[in-house]
């Protein structure tokens, strides 16, 4: 098990450094497969679509997209670039 959690984490950092997004931040709110409800107030991030993702993630950080919690998500994503964030948003989801 301790194996298995360690090749996560692994991978994470791997998909992280190629796409300049430290996902490891992320997966505290919404778990390593993105498929936890961050606080009980996201969507089920692994099963949104790549450019639902986009959009997400440049809207939070324009101010542009979001619920009750938004505020905190632009806190997530606003020191990295459109491009890391569009690159990144391949890289989860479906
Ligand atoms: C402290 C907890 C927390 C962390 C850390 C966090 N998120 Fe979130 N995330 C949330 C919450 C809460 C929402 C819903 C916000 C709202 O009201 O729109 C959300 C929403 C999202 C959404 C859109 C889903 C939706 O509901 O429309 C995406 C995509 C996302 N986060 C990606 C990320 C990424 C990428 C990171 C790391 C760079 C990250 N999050 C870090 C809590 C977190």
């Known amino acids: 098990m301790k194996k298995i959690v360690m090749s996560i984490v692994a991978l994470t950092a791997t998909t992280a450094l190629m796409a300049g997004v430290n996902a490891g931040a992320c ?4 778990g390593a497969d993105w498929s936890k409800v961050a606080l009980g107030k996201s969507k089920d991030v692994s099963a949104m679509s790549h450019a639902d993702i986009a959009t997400a993630l440049k809207g939070y950080k324009a101010g542009t997209y979001g619920g009750p919690m938004k505020g905190l998500m632009k806190g997530q994503v606003s020191k990295y670039s459109d491009a890391d964030l ?5 890289t989860i989801g479906k």
């Open 27 to 30: 997966a505290g709110c919404h």
């Open 86 to 90: 569009d690159a990144f948003a391949q």
